[in-house]
């Protein structure tokens, strides 16, 4: 291959000389095309290379302000989202009581005297669910008020479906109220059933 040593030399054809004179030409051309652009865009705007931390250091509180929107942004749509996919109310009461089921008697481990209570009981609690299954909400909140006292073994039971038929009825605020007091000890499903009711959407 050819060099510049054979340039100098006078080695090369004439053909090749012309050839290694026009790549030498381009190669200046191209150098100084590129030192011209450089120093317009140096001139017109402000891009060199010693300048780039400095625009960075410009951006930053642009980019913390933008952050911090959008963090907010996210932050509202965590507390309205939730709150905008409840369920309606009225539709988990009414779909709750049509699956109402009656209970069996339950064992008492041979003692009559708390067989004969739990009988009853359970007889009372079965007739308020029939009536509050029947539609007939007033009667059913009668019987089962009569069992939220301490002794009543059906105490949670009657409250969770007390608290049904006040809010079919329309009453909210009684509803909800029943339903704040069920305890999260000892109460098993219905206070998760319980929760689920007061975190529903209430303003049908």
Known sequence: MRSSKDFGKGDLSEEEDERFL???VRDREDAQ???RWAAKLADEH???RQDKPAAVRRLLPRLLIYSAGIAAAIALLVILLPSSFSEPGSELVAARID???????????????????????EARYNAALTSLREGREEEAIKILTSLTGEASPLRIEATYYAALAELNLGRKEAG???LRN?????????YALAQ????????D
């Open 182 to 190: 069920i305890p999260q000890r000892g109460a098993g499903r219905f």
């Open 22 to 24: 026009a790549a030498l």
């Open 99 to 121: 699956k109402i089921e009656l209970i069996t008697t339950r064992s008492t481990g041979g003692d009559r005297s708390v067989d004969v209570k739990g009988r009853e009981a």
């Open 33 to 35: 095309l590129r030192h």
């Open 46 to 48: 402000d891009v060199t």
């Open 196 to 203: 689920q009711l007061l975190e529903a959407d209430w303003d």
């Open 176 to 178: 909800l109220s029943r």
